[in-house]
């Protein structure tokens, strides 16, 4: 497995509309940064997680490595649904199975910072429609 592809991957799923699965993919891509100790290697074995909990270093793989030290990043913009649209920021939150909570402080968009909070109770069908609504106040 190699993180960055993993994460580039997500990130494709999500903007096809296959957002639970895209997902998915980020949060394991968090999961193995944490198994190793958030320096990801360049690549690993990509086993079954029901046949190890862990996984498993390649033996020449650099750790940690440039691309892979990128995956996270693009995989919380995944889970954010973080895009620049008409250069304002455009979001569609959404919370993954098993993650409470998210908090981006001081995300630098077009010369000032923003906070964004996305929690799992908000996952719901719901959402988007109060994400809109926020950006609409924002707009005001």
Request: proline share 6%; aromatic share 8%; glycine share 8%.
């Amino acid at each position: 497995m190699w993180p960055h592809d993993c994460a580039i991957a997500a990130e494709g799923l999500r903007r096809y509309g296959f957002r639970d699965e895209a997902a998915r993919v980020a949060v394991a891509v968090f999961d193995a940064a944490a198994a190793f100790e958030f320096r990801l290697p360049e690549l690993f074995g990509g086993f079954p997680r029901d046949a190890t909990d862990i996984p498993i270093e390649y033996p020449h793989a650099n750790r940690p490595q440039a691309f892979a030290a990128g995956a996270p990043l693009l995989a919380l913009r995944t889970l954010l649904g973080l895009d620049v649209d008409a250069g304002r920021l455009a979001y569609a939150l959404r919370a993954a199975e098993g993650v409470g909570e998210i908090r981006v402080s001081g995300l630098p968009v077009r010369g000032s910072r923003v906070e964004l909070v996305v929690r799992a109770a908000e996952d719901d069908e719901h959402a988007e429609e109060r994400a809109a609504a926020e950006r609409e106040q924002d707009a005001a």
